[in-house]
């Protein structure tokens, strides 16, 4: 399989950190999407990343939808998310409010760099989702005492919201403070002490027009 994107995104690093869970061997390329975007092209007219090249060929778009297609390699026992019911329910609602505000800190990086001048009313639109998801994941972390968000082996919802706040804290570190969110910030420190974290980390760099 072919993983194309650069770690810094939190939704090509979630997806990059479920193959090594897996134990799935890919190949990287950490192709720019301002950069490489004649590159992607061809995989996904979006233009967008992460893509997953499958072994026969097939791309595959958007994270959620590969990283199921990754949970059905795996099969059932090993999936990093509950299979039915209210456990699978409320993984995919964390895995929501964690891509929304990673989307959102998407958002203000390209606000920020893109537009000579930015629309105050847009950039404060965001922050305060980004400040509204934190809250809510903050009180569900808190309600489970476990290791991780649905027990004591990792899964996708604590992937998912520890790549968003690395590119939160990283892009916007103004946006996170930690005596404010510390069951978020022992999450994410828990999370990125991990050998796996570890191997799939880029710095954050901020595009250029």
């Known amino acids: 399989m072919i993983l194309i994107g650069q770690y810094d995104s939190p939704f090509v690093r979630r997806v990059a950190v479920a193959l090594v869970l897996y134990g799935f061997p890919y ?17 996904n007219p979006l233009r967008r990343v992460p893509v997953l090249v499958v072994d ?33 329910r409320q993984a995919l609602k964390v895995c929501a409010l964690a891509t929304g505000l990673a989307d959102k800190a998407v958002i203000l990086i390209y606000e920020r760099v893109l537009h000579d001048q930015s629309s105050p009313g847009w950039v404060e639109r965001c922050h305060l989702q980004i400040q509204a998801a934190l809250e ?18 990792i899964g996708h919802a604590d992937i998912a919201v520890a790549c968003a706040l690395r590119l939160l804290r990283e892009a916007h570190p103004e946006s996170f403070d930690a005596a404010r969110w510390p069951q978020l910030a022992r999450h994410c420190a828990r999370c990125e002490a991990l050998e796996v974290f570890q191997s799939v980390t880029q710095p954050f760099l901020a595009p250029v027009k």
């Open 136 to 153: 809510a994941l903050e009180a569900d972390r808190r309600s489970r005492p476990s290791a991780y968000w649905s027990g004591e082996r």
């Open 27 to 43: 190949e990287h390329r950490p192709w720019s999407t301002f950069g490489d975007a004649p590159r992607i092209a061809p995989f």
């Open 56 to 88: 026969d060929g097939e791309p595959l778009i958007e994270s959620a939808a590969i990283l199921d297609h990754l949970d059905e390699l795996a099969g059932p026992q090993r999936a990093l998310i509950a299979r039915a019911g209210p456990a699978r």
